[in-house]
């Protein structure tokens, strides 16, 4: 079992950036994928980036490409997603998801379907 407990999200004006975090407990967080996916009112939930267990590997939507940071210090069993340039659209519950990987790998998953876990999510509103 892995717990996940984000934190971070609020509200901010476009332009701005905010610092999600996404804390791991249960495993080992260097045995783990882990992804960030954000849902807005009415539609379905959305990948928006992932990263490998080691962090050697990142792949962003592109909608985030180029304003958002994925990161992981495993010391810590904390993932972060670093939103910069924020827009309205951005709007959305982030949620924080990891799927344990046994193997040596850099894999990286983009299908909500392929994670096992998933934090509560934090609301991130960004006004105009």
């Known amino acids: 079992q892995v717990q996940l407990v984000e934190s971070g999200g609020g509200l901010v004006q476009a332009g701005g950036s905010l610092r999600l975090s996404c804390t791991a407990s249960?495993?080992?967080?260097?045995?783990?994928?882990m992804g960030w996916f954000r849902q807005a009112p009415g539609k379905e939930r959305e990948f928006a980036a992932t990263i490998s267990k080691r962090g050697i590997n990142a792949v962003y939507a592109d909608s985030v490409k180029g304003r958002f940071i994925i990161s992981r210090d495993n010391a810590k069993n904390t993932v972060y997603l670093q939103m910069n340039s924020l827009k309205p659209e951005d709007t959305a519950v982030y949620y924080c998801?990891?799927?344990?990987?046994?193997?040596?790998?850099?894999?990286?998953?983009?299908?909500?379907?392929?994670?096992?876990?998933w934090g509560q999510g934090t609301q991130v509103t960004v006004s105009s």
């Open positions: 998801a990891a799927r344990p990987l046994a193997m040596d790998s850099e894999r990286i998953y983009f299908n909500p379907t392929d994670y096992n876990y």
């Open positions: 249960g495993r080992t967080l260097s045995s783990i994928v």
